[in-house]
């Protein structure tokens, strides 16, 4: 059973930083791509980074610059390091994995929330 345990949210000032985990259990983790995604309430699901199984990266537009996705596969873990945080920014954020054969991330954590104040 795939398990994905997100931790490191939390309330920060505009223009600080934040690092996000995403643990997991039950999955080959290196044959993983990872994801971050968000969701504001009433809003889209919005893509916030993706690593593919051998390092390549993908981030949203409105990350860009701001945002760093990285795993390290020796524990299992996926991270995104958050800088220059802004308060839009603030939502729940996601993490999910996708096998290397698949189209779709379907495992998905819990979620942790970030709040950016002004």
């Known amino acids: 059973q795939v398990q994905l345990i997100e931790s490191g949210g939390g309330l920060v000032q505009a223009g600080g930083s934040l690092r996000l985990s995403c643990s997991t259990s039950?999955?080959?983790?290196?044959?993983?791509?990872m994801g971050w995604f968000r969701q504001a309430s009433g809003k889209q699901r919005e893509l916030v980074a993706t690593?593919?199984?051998?390092?390549?990266?993908n981030y949203g537009d409105s990350v860009k610059g701001r945002f760093t996705i990285s795993r390290d596969n020796d524990v299992g873990t996926a991270y995104l390091q958050m800088n220059s945080l802004k308060p839009e920014d603030t939502t729940v954020y996601y993490c999910?994995?996708?096998?290397?054969?698949?189209?779709?991330?379907?495992?998905w954590g819990q979620g942790t929330q970030v709040t950016v104040s002004s």
């Open positions: 999910a994995a996708r096998p290397y054969y698949g189209q779709t991330f379907d495992n």
């Open positions: 039950g999955v080959i983790f290196a044959r993983y791509a």
């Open positions: 690593i593919t199984s051998n390092g390549g990266t």
